[in-house]
């Protein structure tokens, strides 16, 4: 039996209903192949393909005479015998309901019990995924935290299906600010290149010189000189900027830390001489236009309906547009990716669509490499405004995840879990339950729609929350605590006969699992979350009603195990590996007991 376990049905089933479709009408140009899961009710299969009424509506246009019904059955006729299809009946208007070979799903998740949940094959891509990128000296603020949250996730999908990611923090940290910055630095902490200064607050630091700058004409053409001086990279002037941007960095990296992290800096700065030679190579293919002394850019030369690029500004300096143009250059060239994926904020989608544009116009953005603005809307408050502190400050991060640790803990005292974990399985619990909220609150929404922050909600274990799903999980893994079954005797029953279905229940929990596969090739290739989220969810609702329905372990009257059902502990193994893949996949740390 050569399938292995991490086939995705419904392309194969896709795959065979194409073959028979062509091959009933080979005259048909692109005929739609469409198969669904058959819902709840087990009379009508477990898949259905909806091709016929399509089929025959298109047959009719080109005047046969003809009905679904025996499209289907024209269908039906031409299907390959397959070894994941066990039959397949023509019902109701034209409908094929499909029923999957029962020892295939079984010898599926047999895999999954002897190897692991393994990624379905892909192509292997290289991927830049650019994501977080919050600016130095200024807050990191929470639609940072989206972009940190949603990029690492993106980035855990793509490497588990074996695709090379590198993971940028495309830092803003440089630029025009960085004059002003330094002319305060050199006032405030004269000796800061013998002693590093003590800034603890550079948000507090980087206002204060914006009010001199503001204020005071003597400091503002300081602080113009101190630009030059660091463009024209004097050493003192850069190892101003470096301490400015190392105090930043380590405030950045305390919230990477805390929420498991991983990314590289590579700021703005890493492409400060790359933008002149992309300039350069915009001005020589004729790209580039004079409007009233700056130099813009097109995405299409013709149809001026978008806005253009600024690549050069009137003082000739260069702009946001500019690093973005060097950066796509510098991914597509020196890295050789194939696909560039923007985590921001939804208001950049523009800016990306032209970037774009202008990459392929030029073209430094060639055939199918692909460019992917991942767009997310605004975080907001309970009172559904701009996510904000009672007196209207932005929220520190910082405080955010404290407030989240507190509250997780309260919770768990509040289940009187203080009293039965120790003090390490406590903080695990805790830290777990705090970032895992945060994370899943944000990433099971539509990350397009703008999303209510609310601890109150994301902490409730009863809602499609990480709390719930955690709680979920450490319950399915005490099932075979209690029955007393190591992983060790699991694994040689597992050996000896493997896992077979009998329940009805079973079979229902079986079918969600085998989706996986599904599942996480299509967020790897629309790159959205929420579905993985909601898949999490289903898995644990139909485990729900298997372990409501189907015994693990019967007991008599006085309590003591007497019957120990394997193949449903074994399922209950296989429920836990696919949940625990997935919330890694979000990003989110499982404890054992919580
Ligand atoms: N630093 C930017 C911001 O805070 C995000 C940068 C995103 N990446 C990029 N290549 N433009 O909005």
Sequence with gaps: NSVEGNICLVDELKNIFEV??????????????????????PKFGDYQCNSA????????????????????????????TSPF???????????????????????????????????????KEKVVVDFSAPNIAKEM??????????????????????????????????????????????????????????????????????????TDEEFKKRAYACVVALQAGQPDYIAAWKLICEVSRQEFQKIYDRLDISIIDRGESFYNERMHVVVKQLKDGGFLENDEGRLIMWGDPDKHDSIPLTVVKSDGGYTYDTSDMATIKQRVEEEKADR??????????????????????????????????????????????????????????????DEGLKRALDKLVEKGRDKVLTPEELKRAQEAIAYGCIKYADLSHNRVNDYVFSFDKMLDDKGNTAVYLLYALTRIRSIARTAQISEEQLQAEVEKSGFKFDHEAEWKLGKVLLRFPEIILKVSSDLYLHSLCEYLY????????????????????????????????????????????????????????M
Aim: glycine share 6%; aromatic share 8%; hydrophobic share 40%.
């Design 20 to 41: 028979a479709i062509t091959s009933a009408y080979p005259d048909l140009k692109d005929p739609p192949v469409v198969i669904t899961l058959s819902g709840n009710n």
């Design 53 to 80: 009424m399509a089929i025959s509506q298109m047959l009719k246009a080109n005047n046969v005479k003809t009905n679904p019904r025996e499209v289907a059955n024209n269908i039906l006729n031409k299907t390959p």
């Design 85 to 123: 299809i066990e039959r397949i009946e023509v019902a109701g208007a034209g409908f094929l309901n499909i029923y999957i070979n029962k020892m295939i799903a079984e010898h599926i998740l047999n895999c999954i019990l002897r190897f692991g949940v393994k990624p379905p094959p892909v192509k």
């Design 141 to 214: 603020h929470v639609g940072h935290l989206r972009s940190t949250i949603i990029g690492e996730s993106i980035c855990r999908v793509l490497e588990f299906l074996g695709h090379d990611v590198l993971r940028i923090n495309h830092l803003g940290d440089w630029g025009t600010q960085f004059g002003m910055l330094i002319a305060h630095l050199q006032d405030q902490f004269p000796d800061y290149k013998t002693h590093s200064p003590p800034i603890s607050d550079l948000q507090a630091f980087y206002k204060e010189s914006k009010k001199r700058f503001d």
């Design 340 to 401: 560039f994926v923007y985590v921001t904020d939804a208001g950049q989608a523009t800016h990306f669509v032209v970037i774009e544009a202008c990459a392929r116009r030029a073209g430094i953005l060639k055939g199918d490499q692909r460019m992917e603005h991942v767009g997310f809307g605004v975080v907001l408050g309970e009172d559904k405004k701009k996510f904000k502190t009672r007196s209207g400050d932005t929220i520190k991060l910082i405080k955010l995840l």
């Design 538 to 593: 289903e898995i644990s609702s139909a485990f729900t009603e298997f372990y409501d329905k189907c015994y693990c372990i019967e007991k008599d009257k006085e309590g003591k195990i007497v019957k120990i059902i394997y193949e449903r502990l074994m399922l209950c193994e296989i429920t836990a590996r696919v949940m625990e893949k997935c919330l890694f996949l979000l990003g989110i740390k499982t404890v054992s007991k």
